[in-house]
């Protein structure tokens, strides 16, 4: 169990950790010379055999209450400090919403300096404190009158609080692994140490993690949990980790930087979607208000942006998001706190929903409902009840939706993602590294979309065998990756609601035909490419000799050239099929007779030039039928025209 404090400046916090534990959290020289905490400090006191208690002692000034605010990161109880002789003062009051904007719902209360007043004033200082929690997740809070001075009250506190440690059942661990760094230094013999708490997932020694934003890898030499020597760390630990790796330098870390599990491949990100709450006690808050914003450990400046209105009012919520001068990293459900522009009060906070929100199509009604669905969903604690926002997210994209940015925002992996969408009403494709998921009415309808472009096609171009897949997947679904859309479409042709013909997509049971003008030319057209069997006219030429469209004879002759009428042996000139096959057995006979086939035997038995020789050589090559070696050819594939 991790006990965060918080107070006003004062109070007695780190004194009462010390007269708990033992153990003086300040460490700093000067915080040692002022006797103020500036930087958070730790305490882990032995309990008992395999009980587990850390304090993060945070500083009461508001100069550093950005350092509260990082120590703060991933409590998970908090010991909320107020001296009876000053009573509750303003800090009090800004640590305790900060704790409920941050979620935590656990908490004792320690009215400290109790030996300086009489019972009248505790009794009065006790009401206000009832005022000040009540409302929050704080409110039903124990508190314990105790004076860190004469030791009264110190022994109810510290049972009740080993109590509930012994208490505390292991975390679930969630995910994959994710600490936010609040502290980076570097240890003589050892290298680089990071610590912070893990807000999710396990880590082990030996493990390799990334690191956000900087984005290099480092391997887990020796980490620490508590404080004590250990293997392995999960969800919850205070963990401090030894870091080695190429580019892993003291200088390249700063506190806010996040250490994340290797698999959990997340790019830095400036923009975050989130579940915005104004405090009561704040001003109006309008849009592209410029703010400063205190997520896990990280301390940035950025502007809100509000998506459901210009101006959120002291007290509410409303889905917004969040634009930041630097990267970020963030998961749906992390926490998050923001300040007014000067760093003076605290003006509200929330949870993160989106990490990776879009450009454009930011305040459509489809996302909006996205959003407030993943909002809900978080409002409990985690693992959340995914089924109405994934529900939602697939009706958001009916064009499939990318899992691997999804996985990421949720922080699981793909792998479990899909049995999740599955689960509700979705339907997801894999193939060669790509997954959408779709819901069952928009894959039935990209169906029907497919079937039906294939069914046009057909209507305009009766000529044509079919669709080629290429072409199709650019009519029928621009948007869906080619290896998704192949395995679509193997699924349609292997219920039989699609035919195949090599490169070709067909209704089952179509034929492709020349309508009756085409067909029409086509008798006139075709004496005049049989006069000249092994030197047919060109296109051009046939349009001047006849008087036909030039345009026309060429779209007949490709159009028949795709029936399998003719062979197109190069640009705009065609030859029958008959003659094409007369071509080949000249060419298989001059195989059999000399062993190859050389340009000059072939043109003296063709009666032809030398150049449309070649061309007509160079076509056999091109679909297979010969190969070139030097100067002569070969057969390569005798089945083609047998």
Not at 371 to 395: F, G, I, Q, W
Not at 500 to 523: C, K, M, T, V, Y
């Amino acid at each position: 169990m991790i006990i965060g404090t918080a107070g006003h400046v004062d109070h007695g916090k780190t004194a009462l950790i010390q007269q708990l534990t033992g153990i003086d959290t300040d460490r700093l020289k000067e915080e040692k010379a002022r006797g103020l905490t500036i930087e958070a400090g730790f305490a882990y006191p032995e309990v008992a055999p395999g009980v587990e208690l850390g304090f993060v002692d945070v500083p009461g000034h508001h100069r550093f209450l950005h350092n509260m605010l990082a120590g703060s990161a991933g409590i998970d109880t908090a010991l909320l400090v107020v001296a009876a002789d000053d009573g509750v003062m303003p800090q009090t009051i800004e640590h305790v919403q900060i704790l409920d904007l941050l979620g935590v719902d656990r908490g004792v209360v320690a009215l400290t300096k109790i030996d300086r007043v009489d019972e009248p004033r505790r009794q009065e200082v006790r009401q206000e404190i009832t005022q000040l929690l009540a409302g929050t997740q704080l409110a039903k809070a124990p508190l314990y009158d105790v004076s860190s001075h004469s030791g009264e009250g110190v022994a109810a506190l510290r049972d009740t609080l080993w109590s509930q440690a012994a208490q505390q059942h292991e975390f679930s661990a969630h995910g994959h692994f994710r600490l936010s760094v609040d502290r980076v230094f570097a240890l003589p013999g050892a290298g680089l140490v990071v610590t912070g708490t893990a807000l999710s997932g396990r880590i082990a020694k030996g493990d390799m993690v990334r690191l956000v934003p900087d984005g290099h890898k480092a391997r887990v030499r020796q980490l620490r949990r508590q404080h004590r020597e250990s293997d392995q760390a999960h969800q919850g630990d205070r963990v401090a980790l030894n870091l080695s790796g190429t580019g892993v330098e003291r200088d390249r870390i700063r506190r806010g930087d996040w250490v994340v599990a290797d698999a959990l491949e997340t790019p830095p990100i400036k923009r975050l979607d989130v579940q915005l709450r104004l405090l009561d006690s704040a001003p109006l808050l309008k849009h592209w208000t410029p703010v400063h914003i205190h997520l896990g450990a990280a301390h940035l400046m950025g502007r809100v942006s509000l998506l459901e209105g210009q101006r959120l009012e002291p007290g509410k919520s409303m889905l917004g998001q969040l634009v930041c001068d630097s990267p970020i990293h963030a998961c749906l459900g992390d926490r998050f706190v923001i300040r007014d522009h000067g760093g003076h009060i605290t003006l509200g906070g929330g949870i993160a929903l989106d990490s990776e929100p879009p450009r454009r199509g930011q305040r459509t009604p489809g996302r909006l409902a996205w959003l407030a669905a993943l909002a809900e969903c978080v409002s409990t604690n985690p693992p959340y009840d995914l089924h109405k926002p994934l529900r939602a997210a697939l009706d958001l994209h009916p064009e499939g939706l990318d899992l691997t940015g999804m996985a990421r925002n949720l922080n699981i992996s793909v792998q479990d993602l899909a049995p999740l969408l599955e689960a509700s009403a979705g339907q997801v494709l894999t193939a060669e590294g790509e997954v959408r998921a779709f819901s069952r009415e928009a894959i039935e309808s990209l169906r029907a979309r497919i079937i039906q472009v294939v069914a046009g096609n057909h209507q305009n171009e009766p000529a044509m065998l079919g669709t080629e897949r290429e072409r199709l997947n650019r009519q029928a679904a621009p948007r869906l990756p080619a290896p998704l859309f192949r395995s679509l479409l193997k699924q349609l042709i292997e219920t039989g609601q699609l035919d195949s013909n090599g490169p070709f997509i067909s209704l089952p049971g179509h034929r492709a035909a020349l309508d009756d003008h085409d067909e029409a030319l086509w008798q006139r057209l075709e004496p005049l490419l049989a006069k000249a069997p092994f030197q047919p006219p060109r296109v051009r030429d046939i349009a001047a000799s006849s008087g036909f469209d030039e345009q026309r004879v060429r779209q007949v002759l490709t159009a028949c050239a795709r029936l399998g009428r003719l062979y197109q042996v190069r640009k705009d000139h065609f030859y029958l099929a008959s003659t094409t096959h007369e071509l080949a057995n000249i060419a298989r006979e001059l195989m059999n007779e000399h062993g190859t086939i050389r340009v000059a035997e072939f043109r003296n038995r063709i009666g032809t030039g030398r150049k449309l020789a070649i061309h007509i050589l160079e076509f056999f090559d091109r679909i297979g039928f010969t190969r070139r070696v030097q100067d002569e050819r070969c057969i390569r594939r005798t089945a083609l025209w047998n």
